[in-house]
């Protein structure tokens, strides 16, 4: 069933009579994006909230350099999008590029107010999710600061253990803040121990 | 009255009635954190979250090296705490010090838990206040990968306008991530414009 990954996401946090359900996927809009289409590109006004069904995007900013700095990458049951947007309407200033051919649902602004009037659960549905994607930031934030190069590459094989052999080596480095070059070097330095 | 702060706090999100304005503020216990004392410290598991009533907290790490890393200054009409500990039971990493005399209202996990079962309208508070707080570390991350110290110094400056002759050099500095040193040639080199 095309919404069954998505209700159990939601079935973490709360739980829907099968109403409840179809009203809720009533409001979804489902959408594929190619392999390396985009997404989102900066200056866009985001106006919809990405699960992920199947595949995997990469969400990354490119700095007045020209260096590509990766985000987070976003694969299947995660959610994805920039919430900045979503709820300011300013401008992106994300890209969200598909690495593979990818299956999203998407909700949008108008839907997502529906919802919560509707089945005003969903106000503890999302308030769980922000306080977890919260602490995953902060301590992502923490991370860049005062964590080494090396505890980064490991914190990222045990956050993202499906996409060693998914993503490049160069937006693996991008992602934990270092050159290609470098994280190649870690990588032999850490397999001769 | 000594509510008035956070309820109007509260009232930006959702609308309480009296009595359940004083079922709430039943659930919070008030206290005063001398200046230089700690509200937290490394170890320990984090059993409430803080309001800030009056005064000013620096939340902070310190690294193997013994360096101190600022993640955020805690004032009035702001929460703080360490969601990661609160939610995980985990001990926290996280220092938090009064710079000043502080006046704090706080609100335990068992307190927080007969809040939502009783006023179910509390998760969309959180819900939006996490929404809200995930907007502003995630720039936060950003910025720290992507943007120069003498920006990073500027947001600071509007973040906190009251801040800046409360706080030490030493402090900001920290939380922007440069030696006091660079900050005085960034100020100078900007007063000079």
New interface residues.
């Given amino acids: 069933m095309e919404y069954e990954l998505i209700l159990k996401n939601i079935s973490r946090f709360i739980d829907l009579n099968p109403e409840e359900e179809n009203f809720y996927t009533s409001l979804l809009v489902k959408r594929i994006i190619g392999k390396k289409d985009f997404l989102m590109r900066p200056g866009e006004i985001i106006k919809n909230e990405y699960f992920i069904v199947k595949g995997c995007l990469k969400v990354y ?1 490119i ?1 007045s350099k020209g ?1 590509e ?1 990766i ?1 987070m990458f976003a694969i299947s049951d995660w959610w994805t999008g920039d ?2 947007s979503f ?2 309407e300013q401008p992106t ?1 994300y890209y969200i590029q598909a690495l593979e051919e990818t299956e999203i649902l998407q909700l949008s602004k108008e839907n997502s107010e529906v919802l ?1 009037e509707k089945i ?2 969903f ?2 549905f ?2 769980i999710l ?6 995953s ?6 991370q ?3 964590v080494s190069a090396e505890d980064r590459y490991l914190y990222f094989t045990q956050k993202y253990p499906s996409l060693l052999n998914r993503v490049s080596q160069k937006d693996i480095a991008s992602y934990i ?1 270092v050159t290609p070059e470098f994280l190649s070097l870690l990588r032999k330095k850490m397999s001769t121990r």
């Fill in positions: 900013t700095d260096v700095h985000s919430l900045s709820l300011t200033k919560f005003p659960k106000e503890r999302y308030r922000y306080q977890r994607s919260l602490i930031y902060i301590n992502r934030s923490d860049n600061i005062s803040g």
